[in-house]
């Protein structure tokens, strides 16, 4: 189960400067007047970012390119803008420009936590775990930042790339106190607890996990692994059974009819 990454957002202002004034036009090219520059400005790029997000929703990159190009043109210091922008590029693999999306977005919001996050991990995911886990520290110590278990969440994830499992503990420990469903922490410990050969505490973690909908392969096989580690073939039965039902064409449920068959 892959890191739950946010990508969510926040925003601010700017503007053309045309002999020594600020002056933002309409999608039409007619100036707004200097009055309610600022407001109409932010008013477009927000519209703009969100036409952008739409199209991305369906494959229109380009179109989204377009978007955003237009969007940082009404108001360059709008953060969201960079942000979606960041989320693009690293789509279409140019990840040295997202990265600099995603560091101009922090540096225009810096104690951010969305922002923050964001970053840390776009640098964990692109191998650069080590100068990511700063990011995610900041995103946690952020108080309006709405989500700060998925901080505590990711920078758990970058630990355990690092091998530090004590650490990726603490990280989701911290994430599951602020939001006891969260789906890939209840998961992480799960699996941390199996790998460790501490096989009760991995069932309690994902007995929680599984009892959540919708579950997932990944969740049913670890499932029916720790049961039968366990030596409760019943259990293990029931997540077997839950996974041909509903992933039957996922290949955790391919793996493990391969094998039980075999048996």
Not at 183 to 200: E, P, R, S
Not at 222 to 241: F, H, P, R, T, V
Request: some cysteine; charged content about 20%.
């Amino acid at each position: 189960m892959r890191p739950n990454v946010h990508w969510w957002l926040a925003g601010l202002l700017s503007g053309w400067l045309l002999t020594g004034c600020v002056t933002t036009t309409s999608g039409s090219g007619t100036p707004y007047p200097s009055t309610d520059t600022a407001q109409k400005a932010q008013e477009a790029a927000q519209i703009h970012t969100a036409l952008a997000q739409q199209y991305m929703l369906h494959g229109d990159l380009k179109g989204a390119m377009n978007k955003l190009q237009l969007a940082l043109k009404f108001d360059r210091r709008y953060v969201p803008a960079h942000t979606v922008l960041a989320v693009l590029y690293e789509r279409i693999r140019e990840y040295s420009k997202a990265e600099q999306q995603y560091r101009r977005a922090v540096q225009l919001e810096p104690q951010g936590g969305s922002v923050n996050n964001n970053l840390g991990a776009f640098l964990c995911r692109t191998g650069q775990v080590k100068t990511s886990l700063p990011y995610f520290q900041k995103a946690e110590k952020d108080p309006f930042y709405p989500t700060p278990y998925v901080a505590y969440g990711n920078e758990g994830t970058c630990q355990l790339k690092l091998g530090k499992t004590n650490l990726a503990i603490q990280n989701f420990r911290m994430a599951l106190s602020r939001q006891p469903n969260y789906v890939d922490g209840l998961y992480q410990m799960a699996k941390i607890y199996y790998n460790k050969g501490h096989t009760f505490r991995a069932s309690a973690f994902i007995q929680r996990l599984n009892s959540l909908k919708p579950s997932s392969p990944q969740s049913l096989k670890l499932g029916y692994l720790i049961e039968m580690k366990l030596g409760d073939k019943e259990a293990a039965q029931g997540y077997l059974s839950r996974l041909q039902t509903q992933f039957s064409k996922s290949k955790q449920a391919r793996s493990l009819t391969s094998k039980t068959s075999s048996q």
